[in-house]
């Protein structure tokens, strides 16, 4: 009996915990989803990539993110530890 409260204890907090996050992840894209961002990656310490978006920046589950490059205007997908930075939006 005391399995099960546990049990049902982590379930809800753990639901509780990707609420918040689902949350705040829906604040940040109804704030920055489509503006563009300056983003700069490394890969083992040496800077591979500096850049500008023209919009959103997608990321996925592995860390890799997705972007058009506004200095050619193409897709490209970038794989590494990344700074991505918006421009505060204007009030």
């Known amino acids: ?3 099960l409260a546990y049990a049902v204890a982590a379930i809800a907090l ?3 915990l990707s609420a918040c996050t689902d949350s705040k992840r829906a604040r940040n ?14 890969t083992y310490g040496v800077e ?5 978006s023209t919009g959103k920046v997608e990321y996925d589950d592995g860390g890799r993110i997705s ?3 506004a ?3 193409r897709y490209t997908t970038i794989d590494g530890d990344c ?6 939006p204007s009030t």
């Open 48 to 52: 591979n990539f500096k850049g500008r």
């Open 1 to 3: 009996m005391k399995a």
């Open 29 to 42: 894209d109804a704030t920055w989803g489509d503006k563009p961002a300056d983003i700069t990656c490394w």
């Open 71 to 73: 200095a050619n205007n």
């Open 14 to 16: 753990t639901s509780a």
């Open 83 to 88: 700074r991505v930075v918006y421009t505060q």
């Open 67 to 69: 972007f058009v490059d």
